[in-house]
């Protein structure tokens, strides 16, 4: 019998759990890998020869070649885990959270100091029935 995850209809947020974690397990191990000098050279030489040598999925690779972060964490990567991509290419974490913003580094820096995102617009998805825009307004 499945658990009960009210969890999951939170729009935006992706809980890092069991399920979650055994789908993106061979994503993280390759992630931790990278914590080796050998291996971060390995990667950086011929990325894709280096994937293939992991039991990923093909969308968790093509994640991975496109640096696509939120899709990653949708395929079972954990943000820490995924932070040693970002480190293998030189970036910082904030860099690597401002990319899956949408932000630049220095956007989402101003956002952060600034006291974070504003929480309007943040809803449970079931409060989104019945309404006409996903701003607040009434329908």
């Avoid at 291996?39 to 992991?54: P, S, T, V």
């Avoid at 480190?87 to 952060?112: C, I, L, V, W």
């Amino acid at each position: 019998m499945p658990l009960d995850k009210p969890y999951l209809d939170v729009p935006g947020t992706t809980i890092f759990d069991a399920d979650q974690s055994r789908k993106g397990y061979w994503l993280n191990q390759f992630c931790m890998s990278l914590m080796s000098a050998a291996n971060r050279d390995r990667f950086k030489a011929d990325e894709r020869a280096y994937l293939d040598e992991w039991e990923m999925t093909e969308d968790q690779k093509q994640g991975v070649l496109d640096r696509d972060l939120n899709r990653l964490i949708s395929l079972g990567g954990n943000i820490y885990f995924l932070a040693k991509i970002g480190a293998t290419d030189g970036k910082s974490f904030q860099q690597m959270a401002g990319s899956m913003t949408g932000m630049s580094e220095d956007e989402y820096r101003r956002m952060m100091v600034a006291g974070g995102r504003s929480p309007d617009g943040n809803r449970y998805t079931h409060e989104w029935e019945g309404r006409d825009d996903r701003e607040g307004g009434e329908a």
